[in-house]
């Protein structure tokens, strides 16, 4: 008898432990991703695309409600330049084109740009991109040693260049190096469709032209690459205001507690100094939304845009996207029951053999009362 007391004792211990065991969130609310990223084009007064501001979830537990979003200002663009020389490889035009090389990996870095080159001759010899002032610069005199030919025809470059860039290029540039042809001559030689890249020629006879920029030097050639690049910024400064319902119904905080970022604690709004900004440089921060315990109901089921429109200050100038969808992630909140991932149907075994077990020795303690009442 005394056993059966025993055993009774740790059945009830189990019972207490299993049903302390959250089996079931019968009212959970979760998170539902619907637009995980947006990217916003912003310009200057001139209409000039002039940078990006993009958001993306980066990290998500979606069952406990939270998410991380990282908020990126992107000066960069990707960056692919083709140098063509056309029927000529002299030493001074080579030496040049490595100055030039060095000239814009010292001043727009390397981690956005490459640098590819081909000579027409007999054939068209390539040289495949590059990101190293070296690489490139070994390409060049491997292209100076190069036998100059007729054979190969310019179009047929052109046409290998545009085949040759890639498709994460923001910004392919060519440019077509020629001792001896005007700006004029070399584009009837053009039928290949370089509308969608920036076409530079060098050589010594400029001349005004509408299709493509015509320059005789390296500074200028410079000059006119880094005009396609986007421009440094100074005293940049981006507010970030977060929708309203989402203040309510989110604990919201910055990550990793950045220096030039803070979060206002009434509004919520992410107010984000980056100071001075240079060309090809990007910078990020990012913040954690937590689900509260106690939402309202009213978005249950509803999109909702994690901000409102951003502002964003630069060069003196203030830009306001009225348009919140354009820089957004969009969330969904969900309340329905969801099995604990943690438990499992494993606690449904362990409740089930626990009752059985408690039922056998209830059966048991019964039928040894009745034997001791005879």
């Known amino acids: 008898m005394k056993a059966i007391k025993k055993i009774a004792i740790m059945v009830c211990v189990l019972i207490i432990g299993v049903y302390n065991l959250p089996i079931i969130n019968a009212a959970n609310n979760r998170i539902e991703i619907v637009q995980k990223a947006k990217q916003y084009l912003f310009?200057?007064?001139?209409?000039?695309?002039v940078g990006t501001l993009r958001q993306e979830i980066t990290q998500q537990d979606l069952v406990n409600g939270e998410i991380t979003i990282e908020l990126t200002l992107n000066n960069a663009k990707n960056t692919e330049i083709i140098y063509i020389f056309n029927n000529t490889n002299d030493q001074t035009t080579i030496d040049n084109f490595k100055q030039l090389t060095e000239d814009i990996f010292t001043g727009f870095g390397t981690e956005y740009v490459k640098i590819g080159s081909t000579l027409v001759s007999s054939e068209l010899i390539n040289k495949p991109f590059k990101q190293t002032i070296s690489e490139v610069a070994s390409a060049l005199d491997e292209l100076s040693q190069e036998s100059v030919n007729t054979g190969a025809n310019l179009n047929q470059a052109i046409e290998n260049a545009l085949a040759t860039f890639s498709s994460e290029s923001d910004n392919k540039i060519i440019v077509l190096v020629d001792g001896t042809a005007t700006p004029t001559d070399l584009l009837t030689q053009i039928t290949a469709d370089f509308s969608d890249t920036t076409l530079i020629i060098y050589t010594s006879n400029t001349e005004t032209i509408d299709e493509a920029i015509s320059v005789?030097?390296?500074?200028?050639?410079?000059?006119?690459?880094?005009?396609?690049?986007?421009?440094?910024?100074?005293?940049?400064?981006?507010?970030?205001?977060?929708?309203?319902?989402?203040?309510?119904n989110f604990e919201v905080s910055l990550v990793g507690n950045p220096d030039n970022a803070t979060l206002n604690e009434t509004t919520k709004a992410i107010q984000w100094n980056v100071g001075d900004v240079s060309t090809n440089q990007i910078e990020k921060i990012s913040y954690k939304l937590n689900l509260k315990s106690v939402i309202d109901d009213?978005?249950?089921?509803?999109?909702?845009l994690v901000n409102e429109a951003p502002t964003?200050?630069?060069n003196g100038n203030t830009v306001q996207n009225t348009d919140a969808n354009q820089c957004s992630p969009i969330i969904k909140i969900l309340n329905e029951a969801i099995e604990n991932p943690k438990t499992g149907i494993v606690n449904y075994i362990i409740l089930g053999s626990t009752l059985l077990a408690l039922g056998a020795i209830t059966f048991v303690i019964s039928k040894n009362k009745k034997i001791e009442s005879l």
Request: avoid cysteine; glycine fraction near 6%.
């Open 216 to 248: 005789s030097n390296i500074d200028d050639t410079y000059t006119n690459i880094n005009n396609t690049l986007i421009p440094a910024k100074n005293g940049t400064s981006i507010v970030m205001p977060l929708a309203s319902y989402i203040v309510e």
């Open 312 to 314: 964003i200050i630069f």
């Open 298 to 304: 009213s978005i249950i089921g509803l999109d909702l």
């Open 43 to 49: 310009k200057n007064t001139e209409g000039e695309v």
